[in-house]
């Protein structure tokens, strides 16, 4: 649960769902969200999870296809900066186990933190794995509290996040060309060579799934996606290379990273094959392009 913090009125906050293809139960949840907050549902799944316009509270929007979760996420930030009066924005993912509270939560706790921190762009949750109840750690970033409240992270997922119009208004939106991949840390990046900071908060916990599986070799967790995500992933760590506010540290790993992954998938993960071509294909197309140099 959230720290009290500065209480906010449900009326300045509204959620973006983004969805493709959900199930059953995620379908379910997303309607007890609907019935909660206000907000906006961006559906890219071929076939519409919903029929109309409205959702509960929510604004219902089909694309009738897959346009990627970074220009499901703009067109859902477009429609509340348009059309609404709300001050904050949080990001949910179909599969996001929260309760109702949670978007108030994690907003008290934005404005109880910005009291310190007046950059503060973007504050996300303390993310534990849905299967396992573990809580999701960085290989590579060491975390160092600035307090009991918040812990400075270069790059963070969007999902369970929460941002102001204020912050949209300065940094801009997503970068629809990267598609899925990455998406989110470009953002926190571009938001940093601004002059914001980006974070977590220890007082908010939500639940959720990156990637389809983890699996654990020689004493290494890795998390394995679906064979077409390694496609957006190796073009875009391409495109991203080309970045001057990119880090480093990123830039290396993720190179070392895709060429470890370039070995052993193909011998020790299944579809790995599958992935592996895609992989290739990745390469192939961000070696290519000019794109996204900027």
């Known amino acids: 649960m959230a720290n009290p913090g500065i209480k906010c009125s449900v009326h300045n906050v509204a959620a973006v769902i983004v ?3 959900p ?3 995620e379908t379910a949840n997303v309607r007890r969200l609907s019935g909660a907050h206000n907000g906006v549902i961006v559906d890219n799944s071929p076939e519409p999870a919903f029929q109309g316009d409205r959702l ?7 694309l009738q296809e897959n346009m990627g979760i970074a220009k499901a996420q703009n067109i859902g930030c477009r429609y509340v900066l348009d059309h609404t009066d709300a001050t904050h924005i949080v990001f949910l993912d179909q599969d996001s186990t929260v309760p109702d509270s949670y978007p108030e ?3 008290n706790c934005f404005e109880k933190i910005k009291r310190d921190f007046p950059r503060l762009a973007f504050l996300g949750p303390a993310t534990e794995n849905k299967e396992t109840g573990k809580a999701y750690k960085s290989v590579i970033h060491k975390d160092h509290a600035l307090s009991a409240d918040f812990i400075p992270r270069r790059e963070l997922i969007s999902s369970g996040g929460c941002t102001t119009r204020e912050v949209l208004e ?4 997503n970068d629809e060309r ?4 990455y998406v989110d840390f470009e953002w926190c990046w571009r938001a940093r060579s601004k002059g914001f900071i980006c974070g977590f908060t220890p007082n908010v916990t939500i639940k959720h799934m990156v990637g389809l599986k983890t699996i654990y070799i020689c004493g290494y967790t890795i998390i394995v996606s679906s064979p077409i995500r390694y496609y957006y992933q190796f073009r875009n760590h391409l495109w991203l290379l080309r970045r001057s506010y990119v880090p480093l540290q990123w830039k290396i790993n993720h190179a070392i990273k895709h060429l470890a992954r370039l070995i052993y ?8 094959c599958k992935c592996w071509i895609n992989m ?3 390469l192939a197309a961000g070696i290519s392009s000019p794109k996204c140099k900027n």
């Open 23 to 25: 199930s059953k139960e």
């Open 19 to 21: 969805l493709y293809n």
């Open 105 to 107: 939560e994690i907003v």
């Open 265 to 272: 998938f193909p011998i020790f993960i299944k579809s790995g």
């Open 56 to 62: 509960g509270k929510m604004h219902y929007v089909s």
């Open 170 to 173: 300065a940094v801009g939106l």
């Open 280 to 282: 290739v294909k990745g």
């Open 178 to 181: 990267l598609f899925i991949d």
